[in-house]
């Protein structure tokens, strides 16, 4: 395989997801790194996983953009 199809995609969640609905995602690729972290606040979030995530889920708990360099969806 190539480096991009290995390539890990993080992806956070700030609201609770069920878990059947967590192994169906996770079921997709794996890719996938979900993470799980309800928040109603930025600061609520830990800046080492903000680091990381790609994609973020929320509701309206958004960090600051230079605290999500890699974020694109």
Not at 1 to 7: I, L, T, V
Not at 20 to 43: F, G, K
């Amino acid at each position: 395989m190539d480096g991009m199809s290995e390539q890990k995609v993080e992806v956070l969640s700030t609201v609770s997801v069920p878990e059947p609905l967590l192994e169906r995602l996770r079921a997709i690729s794996p890719q996938l790194q979900l993470h799980v972290r309800p928040a109603t606040e930025p600061d609520q979030l830990p800046e080492d996983l903000l680091t990381k995530i790609e994609v973020l889920y929320t509701i309206g708990t958004l960090p600051m953009p230079d605290q999500v360099p890699n974020l694109r969806w």
